[in-house]
């Protein structure tokens, strides 16, 4: 589902979810030459990591937020026509032109909450054979501050779907994905307390 994000203060927050970008980069299996879907790119940062692995390849930037794509594009602009960006939701058929080699996400998935139907638009966007590298908010996930929130009547996090391991793995396999492999890992984070109701409203 789309949304609209404050770009700006996504970019000033989002050093942590770079971070993990990096680390999902990492997992893909690439020569350099490849066609990468980003799905979810945000403002960029980790889809310019993206394409330092892909000397020869392109990389499709797509979000849901058009503030967010105009910002990576303003950031993505050095690529030049290496980069295509895409305004869409995930929760739709993707209208590419052809398959790609890989999808790379990061802290996207668990804004979506019907990951049965965003599993089958991802596999009908993928060639055969291709990579799926993907990091998201899992069963648990800041669950403590969930709960202190609740105590005192709050409840600005939103809506956010935090599967767990083996309902991702189950979900994966039937949309058609082999090979699967699941976890959940700590993530430990500082934010300064200025900062801390814009960064949950952000992941």
């Known amino acids: 589902m789309t949304r609209d994000w404050d770009a700006t203060a996504y970019d000033r927050l989002g050093t942590p979810m770079a971070r993990w970008g990096e680390a999902v980069v990492g997992w893909l299996d690439l020569l350099g030459d490849e066609r990468v879907l980003d799905a979810g790119c945000g403002t960029g940062r980790v889809t310019e990591r993206l394409l330092g692995r892909l000397p020869t390849g392109s990389v499709i930037a ?31 058929p993707l209208a ?22 965003l599993f089958a638009n991802l596999a009908a966007t993928i060639r055969a054979g291709g990579q799926l590298a993907a990091q998201c908010g899992g069963a648990g996930n800041i669950a403590s501050i969930g709960v202190a929130l609740g105590e005192l009547g709050q409840d600005w996090l939103g809506r956010k779907h935090f599967a767990t391991p083996t309902e991702t793995a189950s979900r994966l396999e039937r949309a058609g994905f082999t090979d699967v492999e699941v976890w959940l890992h700590d993530e430990p984070t500082d934010v300064d307390a200025d900062d801390l109701e814009p960064y949950l409203a952000a992941i």
């Open 62 to 92: 797509l979000d849901g937020s058009a503030a967010m794509i105009e910002r990576a594009r303003a950031r993505l602009a050095p690529f030049g026509g290496r980069v295509d960006y895409v305004v869409a939701d995930l929760l739709e």
């Open 96 to 117: 590419l032109d052809g398959p790609v080699d890989a999808i790379l996400s990061t802290a996207t998935f668990h804004w979506i909450l019907d990951h049965d139907t």
